[in-house]
């Protein structure tokens, strides 16, 4: 009875593995939009390839354990065997369904094993990027490179309040990629400045998380042009799904053009930073660039804010008061609120000309309208 059973479900596996073989490249093409991505790196494939590997192997004991329970009932109805059958264990059956697993298991391991390794050999890298993440956007600091800066989402305000169609593109748009050279190993550092992240991007088969006061690493040697979007993988907070990750990879020589382009726009950065001279027209002109880059996403394009986490900026006391209590609060931040210090962030002149934005800005007219620089340093050496 038991071999009768054994040899029936061996031939029947033999079978049916032939039958779905012949299907299984139109059975892939098909669910490909619904798979994962095969990605546009050597990891990506990788991954993609195990993934597909425990797929079909999952697959194939589906259909043995359904074929079993499908015979079983058929052939082992009442109607056909009224009686029973008497045994109790099959040591055969036993040994079999013991050692089986663990060589499938094995069969997942050693390949597993092998990608995992490989994913976490960073070293040798040419081109090293720190990444940390804040609420809600990335900073990225080319190391040895002099090129640092913030990525924030880009998605127009009017898609979001649904005031406009949606594109492709939706919540996957910023104002600035992170630039990296095809055929090119590449080590990502990763933290974070207030809570858990992640940087995700599917394409490139890397997803880490970013944990305050910890570094982790990835890398990434990506294969072909092209832009590749993600997103953050951790729930961070209200904007979460605000937090897109776009990265443009490009042959060596645009790659270079891109990073002097970077680099003089760093030093030009630091040149405006030290300017004393600002005039009021300059500083609200630079504060409202400011805004845009840095508060639009909580306290919005209007200044109406998303109370209660985000209060408007309308009619503030905050705004309307003194200057200083509003320079402390850009510096230092609000303890038990979502207000986040900027101090480490901005520079003297950025943080003064968005003072003096929001002080001139929705009808607001309070006293100290314009803020200076120098007002800004002042409070920052107490």
């Given amino acids: 009875m038991i071999d009768s059973l054994i040899l029936f479900a061996r031939k029947l596996l033999v079978k049916l593995v032939a039958v779905f073989a012949a299907f299984i490249p139109g059975i892939a093409f098909a669910i490909q939009p619904y798979n994962l991505p095969v990605g546009v790196t050597e990891t990506s494939k990788e991954?993609?390839?195990?993934?597909?590997?425990?797929?079909?192997?999952?697959?194939?004991?589906?259909?043995f354990v359904f074929a079993i329970m499908l015979?079983?009932?058929?052939?082992?109805?009442k109607s056909v065997r009224p009686t029973p059958a008497k045994f109790s264990h099959s040591l055969k059956l036993e040994i079999l369904w013991t050692?089986?697993?663990?060589?499938?298991?094995?069969?997942?391991?050693?390949?597993?094993?092998?990608?995992?390794t490989r994913t976490h050999d960073s070293s040798n890298a040419e081109i090293d990027i720190k990444i940390t993440g804040y609420q809600w956007r990335w900073h990225y600091e080319y190391l040895d490179e002099r090129v640092k800066f913030f990525s924030n989402i880009n998605t127009p305000e009017e898609q979001i309040s649904n005031q406009e169609e949606k594109t492709a593109e939706y919540l996957l748009?910023?104002?600035?990629?992170?630039?990296?050279?095809?055929?090119?190993?590449?080590?990502?550092?990763?933290t974070s400045a207030d809570v858990l992240h992640a940087w995700w991007v599917p394409d490139l088969g890397v997803k880490k998380d970013a944990i305050p006061g910890f570094i982790n690493e990835m890398w990434t040697i990506?294969?072909?042009?092209?832009?590749?979007?993600?997103?953050?993988?951790?729930?961070?907070?209200?904007?979460?799904?605000?937090?897109?990750?776009?990265?443009?990879?490009?042959?060596?020589?645009?790659?270079?053009?891109?990073?002097?382009?970077?680099?003089?726009?760093?030093?030009?950065?630091?040149?405006?930073?030290?300017?004393?001279?600002?005039?009021?027209?300059?500083?609200?002109?630079?504060?409202k660039q400011v805004y845009s880059i840095n508060c639009i996403a909580c306290h919005q394009t209007s200044g109406k804010g998303l109370p209660p986490a985000f209060p408007a900026l309308i009619g503030s006391s905050v705004v309307l008061g003194p200057k200083a209590a509003q320079i402390d609060i850009l510096l230092n931040g609000r303890s038990g609120t979502t207000m986040q210090a900027f101090g480490?962030?901005?520079?003297?002149?950025?943080?003064?000309?968005?003072?003096?934005?929001?002080?001139?800005?929705?009808?607001?007219?309070?006293?100290?309208?314009?803020?200076?620089?120098?007002d800004v340093a002042a409070q920052r050496s107490k």
């Avoid at 991954?47 to 597909?52: P, R, S």
């Avoid at 050692?99 to 995992?116: D, E, F, G, N, S």
């Avoid at 910023?174 to 190993?185: A, S």
């Avoid at 832009?227 to 645009?254: D, K, N, W």
């Fill in 47 to 63: 991954i993609f390839d195990l993934h597909m590997f425990g797929f079909w192997i999952s697959f194939a004991i589906g259909v």
């Fill in 71 to 77: 015979w079983s009932i058929i052939f082992h109805r």
């Fill in 99 to 116: 050692v089986v697993p663990i060589i499938i298991l094995v069969a997942l391991m050693i390949p597993a094993t092998q990608v995992l």
């Fill in 173 to 190: 748009e910023v104002d600035k990629e992170i630039v990296i050279p095809v055929n090119t190993k590449v080590r990502f550092l990763l």
């Fill in 222 to 287: 990506v294969d072909e042009e092209g832009v590749y979007r993600g997103q953050c993988a951790e729930l961070c907070g209200t904007r979460h799904a605000f937090m897109p990750i776009v990265v443009r990879a490009v042959s060596r020589p645009e790659y270079d053009d891109w990073l002097a382009e970077r680099q003089q726009g760093a030093e030009e950065e630091a040149a405006l930073a030290q300017k004393a001279d600002w005039t009021p027209e300059e500083l609200l002109e630079r504060g």
């Fill in 344 to 374: 480490a962030l901005l520079s003297d002149s950025d943080i003064a000309a968005v003072i003096t934005h929001t002080r001139n800005s929705w009808g607001n007219s309070g006293q100290d309208q314009t803020v200076f620089p120098q």
